[in-house]
């Protein structure tokens, strides 16, 4: 198993960047793929972008597509998601998630997932 806890959340105005860091412990954190959800008031959660073992491969949801960027340092047991050009339909609360395979983690249904952590933009 691993365990998995975000930080990095927070208030922004439209416009700005926020860095997301998950840092996972348990099972080698290289044994998995690693990726980001999030989930707004009201709304169902959604798949944001995920990341391979060796960070080999990525793949993003359209609505952030040029201003996400995932990442993962597996040396430090750490995945990233870098936000530039917040967006007010950014706010959500933000899970890290992780899974043997990729493409389970896109079909959202990956094994684990951390606790969330709350991104907010104002408009």
């Known amino acids: 198993q691993v365990q998995l806890v975000e930080s990095g959340g927070g208030l922004v105005q439209a416009g700005g960047s926020l860095r997301l860091s998950c840092v996972a412990s348990?099972?080698?954190?290289?044994?998995?793929?690693m990726g980001w959800f999030r989930q707004a008031p009201g709304k169902e959660r959604e798949f944001v972008a995920v990341i391979n073992l060796n960070s080999g491969s990525t793949f993003y949801a359209d609505s952030v597509k040029g201003r996400f960027t995932i990442s993962r340092d597996n040396a430090k047991n750490t995945g990233y998601l870098q936000m530039n050009s917040l967006k007010p339909e950014d706010t959500a609360v933000y899970y890290c998630a992780a899974d043997p395979l990729t493409t389970e983690v896109r079909k959202n249904k990956p094994n684990y997932w951390g606790p969330g952590t709350q991104v907010t933009v104002s408009s």
């Open positions: 348990g099972r080698a954190f290289s044994s998995y793929a």
